[in-house]
Nanobody, 123 residues
Framework: VQLQASGGGLVQAGGSLRLSCAAS????????MGWFRQAPGEEREFVAS????????IYADSVQGRFTISRDNAKNTVYLQMNSLKPDDTAVYYC?????????????????WGQGTQVTVSS
């Protein structure tokens, strides 16, 4: 499975971005998917995860109410809509495939990772 993240960029605080994660090689429709992020000098942290059907989602407390994860299994793509962005959201964002069909906060539960897309929020 190859995961290609896109949609990052530079945005002012309060703005919005939509990240996409396109899977190729094999379908991801039977697996949960997740988004993580890593700021310079920090560990990679959980952002959001969605189950195989899109009917169940979980979020980090820091993004709850501002970010929305969704998926289109027909397109083999997962999205992360990010609203009300803050400078603290600045990081490289990674998508990943969960080894099972239910969401997870734990990055060790993910086996395939995309290359990351940079999100920079200016104050």
């Amino acid at each position: 499975v190859q995961l290609q993240a896109s949609g990052g960029g530079l945005v002012q605080a309060g703005g919005s971005l939509r990240l996409s994660c396109a899977a190729s090689g094999r379908t991801v429709r039977n697996y949960a998917m997740g988004w993580f992020r890593q700021a310079p000098g920090e560990e990679r942290e959980f952002v959001a995860s969605i189950n195989w059907s899109g009917g169940s989602t979980i979020y980090a407390d820091s993004v709850q109410g501002r970010f929305t994860i969704s998926r289109d299994n027909a397109k083999n793509t997962v999205y992360l809509q990010m609203n009300s962005l803050k400078p603290d959201d600045t990081a490289v964002y990674y998508c990943a495939r969960r080894v099972w069909e239910v969401p997870s906060y734990n990055r060790d539960d993910y086996d395939y990772w995309g290359q990351g897309t940079q999100v920079t929020v200016s104050s």
